[in-house]
Structure formats: structure tokens, C-alpha cells
């Protein structure tokens, strides 16, 4: 049996390049970061205002925010993809990510007069933009969890969090293209509640995904 | 059979992603008799299919995710990650908690992190330092699990050479370590 196993694996066997693994999470990560593009696009909308936004230095932290703790995201899927992986600094560095934002969102409410607070803290869209954030994070997350499939996962539910976070950033950042508020403090809460909250369920949703 | 090193079975391990099939062929049988040993000291209770199921499903997730290894680490804390993975699951499957929860602690109290992987490294680093045989016998005997009597039939030493060389050997060490930290 095992013979027979072995011989079929060898028989098999094709080269893997250094670096295989990057280039499968690239790949894989494409589509979904395409469609989840297309989702904000058409069922969203670019910002009316995005001529008049791009200026702005707010847009552009609520732009760079998302992308920063992506960023931070795929790295740590580099490290939870192999056995035994776990990413020991990504929590911190997006931590220092978060509490970057969150000074500049304090600075920009200290230079606002305070009948300004609601907008930029409700903006009025609260409700909606971490579901908004949820939905564009879906094929990015069914393009991580197709790219640990091939992987190794070890620590599964952490992975689970991994990929849902790094899914919830990705499409916080598609959104950021269309979403039309211009507050700081609410893309340090509500962005940040929609990131959390697709983590979580990429945390719910891991034992039945990832399972080998 | 000779029992492969690390820095052996992972040359094997460079040649087969470099699409190597006999060394792939040579490193599959290697691991096989290793996992048996692995697995078959693991599930004394379970029937011997288990401890087969086990080593085919661990070669075959070896093939399918060998573009997890990184190649510039240790292969077989690499490989024995996977190898825990499949017990772990196999204990959850048939319902055995006590063994889970054994393993489990065991895994938090360091297995194949990447602390130890490195304190693996400082075991082999500590090992060189030692006549060749005798870091061998510590190796086989403290760090395979293999039996005192296993590796005195094998190295055609008698038992009690090998448990006395285990024993030096490890004194050695341990004076070795005191005199490196107190050089600090």
C-alpha cells in the first residue's frame, strides 16, 4: 500500500521554485481583490466628490490605512500558510497602525469645531460601512482561503482570524474608493469595526474551510 | 536501517522541490520508516491500519503542501509539524480527549515553534561539539526516542557503553553551557 502510495507521489513529483509560495498568494489573491473591486464599483460607486477628495490628505490616510494593515495581513499569511506558523509581530505592528490613525483622527477633531463632531465621528454612513466592508472582503477572502488550502495551516482558527482581517483590509481599501465620508475617528471606528468583524467570522468559518 | 540527519534528509528535501525523483523516491522511504516509528509509539492502542493511514496521509500532505517548506529552514521540524498535525487530528477524530489534551499541552509547552526550532538548532550546534558517535547515541537515543537496546544492536556497542556514553555526553554539555553563561 505504501509502496504503492510512494511510488505514485514520486511518479508525480514537479519542481517547486523558491518563492512558490508568494507567487500561489499573489495569484490566487488577484481575482478576489479584482472582484471585490468591481462589487464597490458597481454596487457602490466610485465617490461622487473623488475629483475634489483626492487632494485631501483625509482620504488619503483612509486609503493608506486599510492598504498598511493589508500589507501587515500578507505577510502574516505568508507565516500562518506553513506549519507551525505564527506571526509574532503582525498584532503589534498593526497596533502602531491603529494608534497612528487614531492621533491623527484626535488631531483632526481638535482643529474642528465641535458642530462638526457628529460628521466626523457618524460621518452618515456608520451604520452601513462595516457590512459594506464585509461584503467587499468576500472573494478576497475566498481567494485566501483558496490559497491556504494549498498551504499548511497549523494553528487553524488563528488562521481563520488571519485571513478574515487581511480579507476585512483589502476590502476596506476598495472601499475607501467610493465611501464618501471624510472623518478620521470613523475610519478608526467603524472601518476598524468592519475589518474586526470579517476577522471574526474568518475565525468562525475556519474549521470548516481550512480543515486537512 | 541508518537513520538519516537533519542536514541529510534535507539535502534529499532540496533535490526533490529541485525535481529530483530518485532523491524524492529515497526521502519518501526515509520518512516512512521514521513516521512509523513516530506514529507506532503514539497510538499503542489503536490497530497497526491506523499507524498505515496515518503514514500515507502524512507522505500525501507532504507531497500536496510541499510548497510550504521554507528553504532555509529545518526540514524535519518542518515535517514533523505535519506529522503532529495528523496525530492531533487523528486523536480528535477518534474522540480520544485524554490523549488530546496531552498533546495539546505538549504542543503549547514549545513542540515544533519556531523557539524550538531554534533550540533544535543550539541541540545540534551542542551535539557537533561531542565525538561524532557519541553525539549520535544522544541523538538517537534522548532526541528519536528510539529504545537503549535499539541503538546497541544497531551501533554493535553493548547496552551499557551506550547508556554510560548518553550520560557523559550530556554532562559534557551541560558543563559546556556553564561555561557559556558565565562567560556573559
Known amino acids: ?212 | 536501517m541508518k537513520q538519516l540527519t537533519e542536514t541529510e534528509l534535507k539535502a534529499l528535501m532540496l533535490l526533490s522541490l529541485d525535481g529530483d525523483e530518485v532523491a524524492y523516491r529515497c526521502l519518501l522511504d526515509m520518512l516512512r520508516h521514521l513516521l512509523v516509528s513516530y506514529y507506532g509509539r503514539r497510538l499503542s492502542r489503536s490497530a497497526p491500519a491506523d499507524v498505515d493511514d496515518l503514514v500515507q496521509d502524512t507522505l500525501l500532505a507532504l507531497h500536496q503542501r510541499r510548497i510550504t517548506y521554507d528553504r532555509g529552514r529545518p526540514f524535519t521540524a518542518w515535517f514533523f509539524t505535519i506529522a503532529r498535525h495528523k496525530l492531533v487530528d487523528h486523536y480528535r477524530r477518534s474522540d480520544d480527549k485524554a490523549h488530546l489534551g496531552m498533546e495539546m499541552l505538549e504542543e503549547i509547552a514549545g513542540g515544533y515553534s519556531e523557539d524550538a526550532v531554534s533550540a533544535r538548532m543550539d541541540v545540534n550546534r551542542l551535539l557537533e561539539s561531542l565525538p561524532a558517535w557519541q553525539g549520535e547515541m544522544i541523538r538517537r537515543v534522548r532526541l528519536e526516542g528510539h529504545s537503549v537496546s535499539d541503538t546497541a544492536a544497531k551501533s554493535g556497542r553493548s547496552e551499557a557503553v551506550v547508556k554510560i556514553s548518553v550520560f557523559r555526553g550530556i554532562q559534557a554539555i551541560a558543563a559546556k553551557l556553564k561555561g557559556e553563561s558565565s562567560d556573559r
Open chain 1, 1 to 212: 500500500m505504501t509502496d504503492d502510495l510512494i511510488d505514485r507521489l514520486a511518479t508525480d513529483l514537479k519542481p517547486v521554485r523558491p518563492g512558490a509560495l508568494g507567487r500561489l498568494l499573489a495569484c490566487t489573491l488577484l481575482p478576489g481583490l479584482i472582484l471585490s473591486a468591481a462589487l464597490i464599483l458597481l454596487g457602490h460607486g466610485l465617490r461622487p466628490d473623488l475629483a475634489q477628495a483626492l487632494p485631501t490628505p483625509a482620504f488619503w490616510v483612509k486609503s493608506i490605512y486599510p492598504l498598511a494593515l493589508a500589507l501587515i495581513g500578507l505577510c502574516a499569511l505568508m507565516v500562518v500558510a506553513r506549519p507551525g506558523g505564527v506571526p509574532r509581530n503582525a498584532g503589534f505592528a498593526s497596533l502602531l497602525i491603529y494608534l497612528a490613525l487614531a492621533s491623527l483622527g484626535l488631531w483632526q477633531l481638535r482643529l474642528s469645531p465641535s458642530s462638526d463632531y457628529p460628521n466626523l465621528i457618524f460621518g452618515i454612513s456608520y451604520w452601513l460601512c462595516p457590512f459594506i466592508i464585509l461584503v467587499a472582503a468576500i472573494p478576497v477572502y475566498g481567494a485566501i482561503i483558496l490559497f491556504l488550502r494549498r498551504g499548511a495551516p497549523t494553528h487553524i482558527r488563528l488562521t481563520g482570524f488571519v485571513a478574515g482581517l487581511t480579507a476585512g483590509a483589502i476590502g476596506a481599501w476598495t472601499y475607501s474608493w467610493g465611501c464618501i465620508e471624510n472623518g478620521l475617528p470613523f475610519v478608526a471606528i467603524w472601518y476598524t469595526s468592519g475589518i474586526i468583524l470579517t476577522g471574526l467570522i474568518g475565525m468562525l468559518l475556519s474549521r470548516r474551510l481550512l480543515h486537512w
